[in-house]
């Protein structure tokens, strides 16, 4: 086999590598926790502000009773439960906090899109994800606990 022959495999086989990496679904908000022994999920799809605020004290509590490098949480937002991820938001204090704990939150793109938000619309700590309800259904396959307060 020739030089040029080897070096054409190469780039042939770089290059569908390549794609696979970019083909593949992003989780680019969500944060590694190796040591994390409990790990989960909560639901937020209820736009009302006792909803909001019942949300960010549960996982408030989780986290204070295990500590943050022992768990792994993401709160997913969908539906009218967006309203929780906007950027005025006035819990955005809160989910700072709780994201500086590690704590992820999920932005759902299907509402996104019936709800015309973009990225930019939302707070700069939520990650989207391509499902509300697929993500929760991924986290539980993986064997998350699954909270909905």
Known sequence: MTYTAVYHRFVSAFAVLALLA?????????????????????????????????????????????????????????????????KNNVHAKMIQSLHAEGVEFAACHNTMMKLHLTKADLNPVAHVVPGGVIEIMRRESEGWNYIRP
């Open 22 to 86: 970019f083909a593949a679904p992003s989780y680019a908000g969500t944060q590694s926790h190796a040591f994390a022994t409990h790990r989960v999920v909560f639901q937020i799809s209820n736009g009302s502000a006792q909803e909001q605020e019942l949300v960010l004290a549960n996982a408030a509590n989780v986290l204070k009773y295990f500590g943050p490098t022992k768990l792994q949480m993401e709160i997913v937002a969908f539906g009218p439960g967006m309203r929780l991820l906007l």
